[in-house]
């Protein structure tokens, strides 16, 4: 029979290693929490802080290991400035994906080249587009009688003409339908249809998740309506909705019907509205998500995960509705006449 000290000793080195290990395992669903962020980079509205408010959007996304921006803002200085007083380090993105060619949704995008050139850039596939297009050659009609040098290439054309981008140097890859970039990460092109941006095509970000799609959305012009019935076709339930909802000159019926259509149709769980949704959308969809309405203001972090959550930047404590400040900033902004087109 062994004594009691060689028994203590025994039992406390056999507890020792499972201790170890327990504080250091963790399950995939707790590293997939501490990993589910959405960071609000650039925006018209926040708290105070001292990161630079201005008309445009991006937010960098944070999910299983993967660090991807989603738009790049209006001016490049600007997108370095909140960049690093978030303490985001731009260089190190996995990918970055633009949604659509309004200046203030790619014009930061040489900042992001200049830390990161060879970083993996997404981008609608357009006719001539900003980002590059390709097409083959038979799309013109020849005619083989006119001599050699009244020829387009001497009558002897490539088979696919490539045209370049305002970045010549970048890796874009452009995306026409929507399109499983990484296991459960999605991007789902649309076009729009609407009078003043006709024919726009745009990206949107959806993330298929445990707790249902993450979308998360630039200017919405295709319709917010349209996206989340494409982000349905992944998963029927919509968890969260960050973004632009293009709503910001709408009228009140306009709002209201998008307001039931989100709620009450689609079933939306939570919305985290910015940028272009507008001040009366703002408040319309905090009346009808109440607590699921969550903040995303400038430099607020959106923790992901069955009951997201909003952090705004300056407290770091959950924030809540517009105040003052973010309202009288959104409205200058906006008054500066940026991108009205884009609107």
Known sequence: MKSKPVLCLVAALTLMPIGRVATKVQSPAQTTTEQAHITILYDAFGKPSTMQKDWGFAALI?????????????????????????????????????????????????????????????????????????????????????????????????????????????????????????????????????????????????????????????????????????????????????????????????????????HDTWKVEYVAPGHCTGEPTFAALRKAFSQNYLYAGLGTTIELGPTPRSIADASQTTAGAMDGDDLRGYRKLLSNGHDHPGL
Request: charged content about 25%; overall charge negative.
């Open 62 to 262: 944070e999910y299983r290991g993967k660090r991807i921006l989603f738009d790049t803002g209006d001016n490049p200085d600007t997108l370095a400035k909140n960049a690093n007083a978030k303490g985001v380090n731009l260089s190190k993105l996995d990918l970055v994906v633009m949604s659509h060619r309004h200046g203030d949704h790619m014009g930061g995008l040489d900042y992001v080249l200049s830390v990161n050139p060879k970083v993996k850039i997404y981008a609608p596939k357009e006719n001539f587009g900003v980002y590059g297009f390709s097409l083959p050659s038979s799309f013109y009609r020849k005619d083989e009688s006119l001599p050699p040098e009244q020829r387009y290439y001497d009558g002897t054309p490539p088979e696919v003409m490539k045209f370049g981008s305002a970045w010549p140097r970048a890796n874009f890859e452009l995306i026409e339908k929507t399109t499983e970039i990484a296991p459960g990460i999605y991007l789902i092109a649309l076009v729009s249809d609407k009078p003043t941006t006709l024919e726009l095509r745009e990206l949107s970000l959806a993330i298929d998740t445990p707790d249902g799609i993450v979308l998360v959305v630039g200017c919405s012009h295709p319709g917010i309506d349209k996206i989340v019935e494409a982000a349905s076709s992944i998963n029927k339930r919509i968890h969260i909705i960050a973004g632009g909802f293009h709503l910001v000159v709408a009228k009140n019926p306009e709002i209201e019907k998008i307001v039931i259509d989100l």
